[in-house]
């Protein structure tokens, strides 16, 4: 999400992206089988998370 221009807590105008590692990411309630990484948007200078989403919304789409 590259539309984030500045972080809020420093200034700092070098946002990039991370990926959560290990088993860390996202499932929709009462499933254990879809799964999504989470992404999140970094200030480079100071750390602060300024946005946090799922790298997939579609698995979250409850099907009727």
């Known amino acids: 999400m590259k539309n984030i221009q ?3 807590m420093c200034g ?3 946002i990039e ?3 959560q590692s290990g088993h860390a990411s996202m499932i929709p309630v009462g499933s254990i089988f879809k799964r999504s990484p989470i ?5 480079t ?3 602060h998370i ?3 989403r799922v790298e997939k ?3 979250f ?3 009727k």
Do not use: N, T, V, Y
């Open 12 to 14: 700092c105008k070098e």
């Open 6 to 8: 500045e972080c809020p």
């Open 45 to 47: 200078a100071c750390g």
């Open 17 to 19: 992206q991370g990926e």
């Open 61 to 63: 789409k409850i099907k």
């Open 50 to 52: 300024l946005s946090m």
């Open 39 to 43: 992404i999140a948007d970094i200030c």
């Open 57 to 59: 919304p579609e698995k």
